[in-house]
C-alpha cells in the first residue's frame, strides 16, 4: 500500500471514529439499558399499536384508528404524521416489542440526522466541515430536549430530513445526476412526518434556493453569454429540475397532506389548538434563554422560567466565539498587511451571510420582539409554540458554525481545532442526551392493549376526535356493538371486526337501532344486504342504524371521500412517475454492460 493510499485510508478511518463518537454521544442512554422512560407525549406506543393493527387489517392508506377517541375511532394518521409509525408499525409487527419499536425510531432519527449533517457539511466545506457540522447539530440540546423531555417524536423526524433537502438542492444546483433523487426522498420525508416543521422550513428554503443560485449565477455571470460555456438553458434546466421535484415531492404525498388540510373542519383540532395553554403568546422565548443551560424536564410558559431549555449548547457556543475571533484575526490581518494573501473570498462572505442571515431570521421569530408577525399571520396558530423556530436555527448555526473550515489555509490546523471542537461539543452535550429517569415497569405508560388506549391515552391525545363526537362520552365501549342485550340474546353475530371494515348478521323481530362503537366521519359507509343504507347519530356521536327485522347482513365500510379518492390518485401517478424517471437510468447501465452479439 503506498504512502497516499495510507493516508487516505487513515482519513476514511477518522471520519468514521467521529461519526460513531457523535452517534453514542447522542444515543448511549438508549443503548446501555433495556429499560425506557416517561416523556411527556407518551402516546408513541399507542400510535404504533394501532397503525400495525390497521396495516394487519389491510388498511392502507392507514388513516383511521379504532381504539382513539375514547374507543369509538379518529382518523388520526389522516392529520398526524403517519412516516415514523409505518416504519415502527413493521418493527413492532416483526419483533413484537413495543418498546423496541420506538426506542428504533429513536435511533434513527440520530443516525439519519447525523449522516444529513455530514453529507451536507462534507458538500459545502469537505470532510471537517461535515464533522463539524453532523456534531452541531446531532448534538444540539434542542434535540435532546424534544427526544428525552417532550417525546416530540414526529417533530425530530421532520428535522432529521432538513439537512438531506438543503443536500439535495444543492446537489441540484451542482447538476448532479442523484440530486433531484435525494431532493425528492427527503421533501416526502418531511411531509410526512411533521405539518409544522414542513410550514415554517419551506420559507427558509425558498431563501435558500434563491440565496445560493444568486450566487452561482453571479459567480458564472461573465460566462454566461460565452458561447460554448455558460448558457441560459443550464439556468433553466436547474429551476426547471428543482420546481418539477418539488411539485412531484407534494403530489407524491398529497394522499396526507391534502385530506389533513382539507378535512381538518371534520375534527377537534381547531378546538384544541385555540385552548389557553397552546395559544403562542404565551410560548415566546428572550434571547438570554439561548445562553442559560438551566436543564429541566418540565413544560412550557410564560416568561423566562421554563421547565425545559432552550440552551444552545457549551460546544456550539464556544464555536460562535472562535468564529467571531477567526473572523476578526482575519479582518485586522488583512487591513494591517496588504500584500498577505486573499484568505477571504467573495463566495465565503456571501455564503457566510446568506447562513448567518437564516439563523437570525428563524431565531428571531422564536423570539417575543416578533409576536407582531405572529399577529398578523393566522396560520401561524398552528405553530402553538414559537420555539418551534429553532428547528431551523440549530441547523443554520451548525452550518454557520462548520463554515470556519473556510478560515484556515493550513490543513493540519483546521482538523486539529475542528477535532477538538468535536471533542468539546461531545462531552459537553453528551449530558442532555438521557431521560430524567428511567421506569421500572414501560407498561405503565406505553400502552399496546386497546382498552387501555381507550381510557388512559384518548384524553392525551384529542385532536383528531370527529366534530360529532362528545368531549367525554358517557361509555367507554369494550365491544363493536354498544347494544350489549342484543348480543347476550344473540340476535347480533359479528362475523368481522376489523379496523376499517365491520360486518355484523342480525336477526331481529321487530325494527330495531343498532348502536356502534364507531364515530361518525366522512368516509363510513353503511349496507345491509349489500345496499346503501342510511346512518343516523347516537347518544356519544356514535353511528347507529336502523335494523328491520329479519335476517340481514349489515356492514360498515370505511371509504374515501372525494377528497381522499382524488388525493390517492395523485399520490399514484406521481410514485408511477417517479419509478418511471428513476428506473430507465438503471436500465440504461444494465444494458451497457451486455453485450448483445448475437442479436
Same mark, same amino acid.
Given at each position: 500500500m503506498g504512502y497516499n493510499e495510507q493516508v487516505q485510508k487513515l482519513k476514511q478511518w477518522s471520519v468514521l471514529s467521529f461519526l460513531l463518537l457523535i452517534f453514542f454521544a447522542a444515543s448511549w442512554s438508549l443503548l446501555i439499558t433495556s429499560k425506557f422512560f416517561r416523556v411527556h407525549d407518551f402516546t408513541h406506543a399507542g400510535r404504533i399499536s394501532e397503525m400495525a393493527q390497521a396495516l394487519q387489517d389491510g388498511h392502507f392508506p392507514v388513516r383511521w384508528t379504532e381504539n382513539f377517541g375514547y374507543g369509538y375511532g379518529m382518523p388520526l394518521f389522516e392529520f398526524y404524521g403517519p412516516l415514523p409509525f409505518y416504519i415502527g408499525a413493521v418493527v413492532f409487527i416483526l419483533f413484537g416489542n413495543v418498546i423496541w419499536s420506538i426506542k428504533f425510531l429513536y435511533l434513527l432519527s440520530n443516525l439519519g440526522t447525523l449522516l444529513g449533517g455530514y453529507f451536507l457539511g462534507k458538500k459545502l466545506f469537505g470532510r471537517v466541515g461535515g464533522l463539524l457540522l453532523s456534531a452541531f447539530l446531532t448534538l444540539a440540546p434542542y434535540r435532546a430536549m424534544n427526544l428525552f423531555a417532550r417525546g416530540a417524536l414526529n417533530e425530530v423526524w421532520g428535522i432529521m430530513f432538513l439537512p438531506w433537502i438543503l443536500l439535495g438542492l444543492l446537489q441540484i444546483f451542482h447538476q448532479q445526476k442523484s440530486g433531484w433523487k435525494t431532493f425528492f426522498f427527503s421533501l416526502v420525508g418531511l411531509f410526512l412526518s411533521h405539518n409544522i416543521t414542513t410550514m415554517i422550513f419551506l420559507p427558509i428554503l425558498i431563501i435558500f434556493a434563491l440565496g445560493y443560485g444568486g450566487l452561482m449565477f453571479w459567480q458564472q455571470a461573465p460566462e454566461f453569454f460565452r458561447k460554448g460555456r455558460f448558457r441560459a438553458r443550464n439556468v433553466l434546466r436547474i429551476i426547471w429540475q428543482m420546481f418539477t421535484t418539488g411539485v412531484l415531492a407534494i403530489t407524491a404525498s398529497s394522499f396526507y397532506l391534502v385530506p389533513a388540510f382539507l378535512e381538518k373542519s371534520f375534527t377537534q383540532v381547531e378546538k384544541i389548538i385555540l385552548t389557553p395553554y397552546f395559544? $403562542?403568546?404565551l410560548h415566546f422565548l428572550y434571547i438570554r434563554q439561548f445562553f442559560t443551560p438551566n436543564w429541566g424536564y418540565g413544560g412550557s410558559g410564560w416568561g423566562t422560567e421554563d421547565g425545559i431549555s432552550f440552551f444552545l449548547g457549551w460546544g456550539q457556543l464556544l464555536a460562535v466565539? =472562535?468564529?467571531l475571533a477567526l473572523w476578526l484575526y482575519h479582518f485586522f490581518r488583512k487591513i494591517m498587511k496588504k500584500d498577505v494573501e486573499k484568505v477571504l473570498s467573495n463566495k465565503v462572505? $456571501?455564503? !457566510?451571510f446568506l447562513f448567518g442571515s437564516i439563523f437570525l431570521l428563524s431565531s428571531l421569530m422564536s423570539l417575543l420582539k416578533t409576536q407582531f408577525i405572529w399577529d398578523q399571520i393566522s396560520l401561524?396558530?398552528?405553530i402553538q409554540f414559537p420555539w418551534r423556530w429553532m428547528s431551523i436555527s440549530i441547523l443554520f448555526l451548525s452550518i454557520l458554525l462548520a463554515s470556519r473550515v473556510w478560515l484556515f489555509t493550513n490543513i493540519v490546523t483546521r482538523s486539529w481545532t475542528a477535532g477538538i471542537c468535536i471533542v468539546i461539543t461531545v462531552f459537553s452535550s453528551a449530558i442532555y442526551f438521557q431521560p430524567e429517569k428511567y421506569l421500572d415497569d414501560a407498561n405503565d405508560f406505553y400502552y399496546t392493549d386497546k382498552m387501555n388506549i381507550r381510557k388512559n391515552l384518548s384524553q392525551i391525545l384529542p385532536d383528531y376526535i370527529s366534530t360529532d363526537m362528545k368531549e367525554n362520552p358517557t361509555i367507554i365501549p369494550d365491544s363493536l356493538i354498544l347494544n350489549q342485550d342484543l348480543l347476550a340474546d344473540e340476535s347480533v353475530e359479528i362475523i368481522a371486526d376489523r379496523v376499517h371494515e365491520?360486518? *355484523?348478521r342480525t336477526s331481529f323481530t321487530e325494527t330495531t337501532n343498532l348502536e356502534f362503537s364507531? %364515530? !361518525?366521519?366522512?368516509?363510513?359507509? %353503511?349496507? *345491509?344486504?349489500?345496499q346503501w343504507w342510511n346512518k343516523n347519530k347516537g347518544e356519544n356521536g356514535n353511528i347507529m342504524i336502523e335494523i328491520p327485522s329479519g335476517d340481514h347482513l349489515v356492514s360498515l365500510r370505511f371509504e374515501s371521500t372525494p377528497v381522499r379518492y382524488w388525493s390517492d390518485l395523485t399520490s399514484f401517478f406521481s410514485w408511477i412517475i417517479f419509478i418511471s424517471f428513476s428506473f430507465p437510468t438503471v =436500465? #440504461? #447501465?444494465?444494458l451497457k454492460k451486455k453485450k448483445f452479439k448475437n442479436l
Open positions: 395559544d $403562542y403568546h466565539f =472562535s468564529l462572505f $456571501y455564503l !457566510t401561524f396558530k398552528f365491520k360486518l *355484523i364507531v %364515530a !361518525t366521519y366522512p368516509g363510513w359507509r %353503511a349496507e *345491509i344486504d349489500n =436500465s #440504461k #447501465k444494465i
